[in-house]
């Protein structure tokens, strides 16, 4: 159990276009979602907190009206990238934590990654 | 969150016994302490988690000396599906409670 998935898996699109990521968790009802990205042979880098049915909170520096999340349910949340430039080509990955897990154990679940190549 | 420090890379061979060691000096009591592994071009995976003394679960070992300063994720028997990048992790999760990633630990196994 605890699986999340993304779509796409991997998209390729043109500078000045929008590109929709989606995040589910399949077989859980997540409390909340996070969203990260990762460049090449760096580490994650947290972008913004996702909680059902409110608004994201996003981390310093990240543009919330470049970035856009929407988590309309328990089971998926949506990143969209706004008018996507070459410098947003990166590797995006979402997790969930589980709601009804212990407060004293909170693994989040990561989903596979979506990699965005802007060209 | 307690900030953390591990080692950038590592190296060792097949069927060697790993141990990556994590500095958190900052730890606060109610914190634990969480590792994860990451293979490229996937999301990270949980291996471990603990509080304190030793946790050992059908992947790894994690020992933490009484001072909770550092902890240790021992591997065992590694094999070359055991290269990946491992994030030692601490912090009082909650529910809601985000996580923030150091640099990790590239760890790369030869034949």
């Known amino acids: 159990g605890a699986v999340v998935s993304q779509h796409p898996s991997w998209v390729i699109c043109k500078s000045g276009t929008s590109v929709k990521i989606e995040c589910r968790s399949l077989d859980f009802q997540a409390t909340t979602m996070f969203w990260y990205r990762q460049f090449p042979k760096q580490s994650l880098m947290l972008m913004a907190t996702s909680n059902e049915g409110s608004k994201a909170t996003y981390e310093q520096g990240v543009e919330k009206d470049k970035f856009l999340i929407n988590h309309a349910s328990l089971t998926l949340s949506t990143l969209t990238v706004t008018s996507a430039h070459p410098e947003d080509s990166s590797f995006y990955i979402c997790s969930a934590t589980r709601q009804g897990d212990p407060l004293s154990y909170n693994e989040q679940f990561f989903g596979p990654g979506t990699r965005l190549t802007v060209l | 969150l307690a900030k953390t420090t591990q080692p950038i890379s590592m190296d060792s061979y097949e069927g060697q016994e790993v141990n990556i060691t994590c500095s958190h000096n900052?730890?606060?009591?109610?914190?634990?302490i969480t590792w994860y592994q990451q293979f490229p071009s996937q999301g990270p995976r949980f291996i471990i988690q603990g509080y304190k003394t030793k946790v050992t679960n059908e992947v790894a070992s994690l020992f933490i000396p009484a001072d909770r300063k550092s902890s240790t994720l021992s591997l065992p028997r590694v094999s070359l599906s055991d290269t990946a990048v491992y994030y030692c992790l601490v912090g009082h999760y909650s529910s809601a409670s985000k996580i923030i990633f150091g640099s990790g630990t590239r760890l790369s196994i030869r034949p």
């Open positions: 900052n730890i606060a009591t109610n914190d634990y």
